[in-house]
């Protein structure tokens, strides 16, 4: 599954669509299914990432400054530059600003390795990724939507998110490494976990798709609007992320990594945000998905061309 996990991810996508088209119905039921799915393939993540091995990550200075430099400086520069030419529909612009302000946890370690880059690196990254965007992601909301933002945003669901999506499988990661160290079962679930990363993609990006695919139904218009805004963000950040890998001298993995980092959103995470939004602003649900379908076909580019942007410096040498 592992060699053919992009066909696998595209198939998922592409069954729910038609799971979405053929069963419209099903699609609150498929909703309520994405947390729980979600926080199992978070859980999956964490649980690859030794607790020993992120305090190591958070010596790696530069990486980590150049990482965070570029999600959480670089990309709402760039975000803030688009936000005048969005379409002017609010649930547009919050599900567009819920989506880009927000960096990737989950595949993006995968398109991350196909690339050449530092796909460990960015691994043990990944708690701190998220803990800091779940934190800095109502500083930005305010920033860009201002007094509106009371109307608009409930605190109750960024709690919840941080608490199920976050606390919850990275605490559990952590008992399941400890029991792992000490007993024979805790190394075979461990294990047998490690083996169900995607699967649990798959089931992931399913759920998601069949479950919002119905909310589209008459606004297909207004969520293709923002395709052309999502392909250009992943054209800047690609350049974007390799200035800012310069300027802090990684080494190539290194600065691959951190190109994918700031390439790729978190839709996933903050889909559940989305859903909690009033119904005025349903539509702010399809606008995140539909940035998820861009980018998949967007790494598939990445995969091929961020090499071609940081070539390795010892196969160009010989």
Sequence with gaps: MEHHQIAIYLAA?????????????????????????????????FLQVPAAELLRSLRDGRFLSATLAVNFLLVPAVVAA?????????????????????P????????????????????????????????????FLYLFLGAELADIVEPG???????????????????????????????ALSGAAGTAMVPLMAATLLVVVASQVPRLDGNLADVAAVIPFYAAFLVIMAFAGWAVARVFRLDVPAARAVVFS?????????????????????????????????????????VRAVPRLLPDRTATAS
């Design 82 to 102: 688009m936000v005048g030419f969005l379409p002017a529909d609010q649930a547009v612009r919050i599900g567009v600003l819920l989506v880009l302000l927000t």
């Design 157 to 187: 669901p960024f709690v919840e998110a941080f608490l199920v999506l976050i606390v919850g499988p990275l605490t559990l990661a952590w008992a399941t490494q400890a029991w792992a160290a000490r007993a024979p079962a805790g190394r």
């Design 13 to 45: 996508m592409a069954a729910g669509g038609l799971l979405g088209w053929a069963l419209p119905a099903a699609g609150p039921g498929l909703a309520h299914a994405i947390n729980p799915v979600l926080g199992a393939l978070l859980y999956v993540t």
């Design 104 to 139: 990737c946890v989950d595949y993006v370690i995968v398109f991350c390795g196909l690339a050449g880059g530092s796909s460990q690196r960015l691994l043990a990254a990944t708690p701190l990724l998220l803990i800091a965007q779940m934190l800095l992601l109502p500083v």
């Design 262 to 302: 700031g390439a790729t959103r978190n839709s996933l995470v903050v889909l559940p945000l989305a859903l909690a939004l009033p119904d005025r602003l349903a539509l702010a649900a399809g606008v995140v998905v539909t940035q998820t379908l861009v980018e998949v076909i967007g790494m598939l580019a990445y």
